[in-house]
């Protein structure tokens, strides 16, 4: 179901940091018995003057720890919530989706130096983390605050992540396509976050694969931790969605034994 509207003002407009929220209770889905995510939709401007819709899933079990996911294409936020609890994972983080639209997605999405995709990673990145926080109370510390995305979207994690060290732990960059420029590696001697990449290989996948094996090798040896998944799979949301269940199970296994560096 749809929850109310809520306009968040980034503060590249004129009315820096000012959060206009007219939220209700919150739609609480239940997807299992055993577990229930509140789940809610709500509208805002982006700088542009777009109106966008950004979906949040709590689970029920929140904690200082709970990580949370930052979603590129945020409209398939239920279906991860979905998934996470069909699995029955453990310690499931929230999610903060961003919904794309399908018309500047590309501009949006993959690295250049034009107006969309700096607008929309400055967006996502600091004025999304405030809201959510303040809305939600969300832990925004680094070691708590990953992104994630496929196939454009994956390129956006990707990048983003690299070009924000300070403030993501780590990317899922899933069927991640060859990008139009490479993000700059984060500094000696800085955090890097840690890059979870997955790819399948049926259909357009094929090729998909060798361009992310080909950015495992350019991260591994720009000293980037990563984690490398090949799946028999083919472009689609039910493999990006079963995927994103084991890169939770691996980013919480990192978290537990040593850390993010």
Not at 182 to 202: E, F, T
């Amino acid at each position: 179901g749809h929850g109310s509207r809520c306009v968040v003002t980034p503060a590249s407009c004129c009315c820096p940091n000012r959060l206009h929220n007219e939220f209700s209770l919150a739609t609480t889905v239940t997807l299992m018995t055993r577990y229930k995510w509140h789940i809610r939709h709500c509208e805002e401007s982006d700088a542009g003057g777009n109106s966008r819709r950004v979906s949040v899933a709590i689970p029920s079990s929140v904690g200082a720890t709970t990580m949370v996911v930052y979603c590129a294409d945020g409209q398939v936020v239920e279906a991860l919530a979905a998934e996470l609890t069909s699995s029955e994972t453990r310690d499931s983080p929230i999610l903060i989706g961003v919904h794309s639209i399908e018309a500047v997605r590309a501009q949006e999405y993959l690295l250049s130096s034009n107006q969309y995709f700096l607008a929309h990673e400055t967006f996502f990145s600091n004025e999304l983390r405030w809201w959510a926080q303040s809305e939600y109370h969300v832990p925004t510390e680094r070691d708590n605050s990953v992104v994630f995305g496929f196939s454009n979207g994956g390129a956006f994690s990707l990048a983003t992540a690299l070009r924000n060290p300070q403030r993501y732990a780590a990317a899922f960059s899933f069927s991640t396509p060859r990008l139009p420029m490479l993000p700059a590696i984060p500094p000696p001697g800085g955090p890097k976050p840690s890059v979870y990449l997955a790819a399948g290989n049926q259909g357009p996948e094929k090729y998909i694969r060798k361009n992310v094996l080909k950015l495992s090798r350019w991260l591994r040896q720009n000293g980037v931790p990563i984690e490398v998944s090949e799946k028999e799979a083919r472009h689609t949301l039910d493999f990006w969605a079963s995927e994103f269940v084991v890169a939770v199970g691996w980013l919480n296994s990192r978290a537990r034994s040593n850390g993010f560096p």
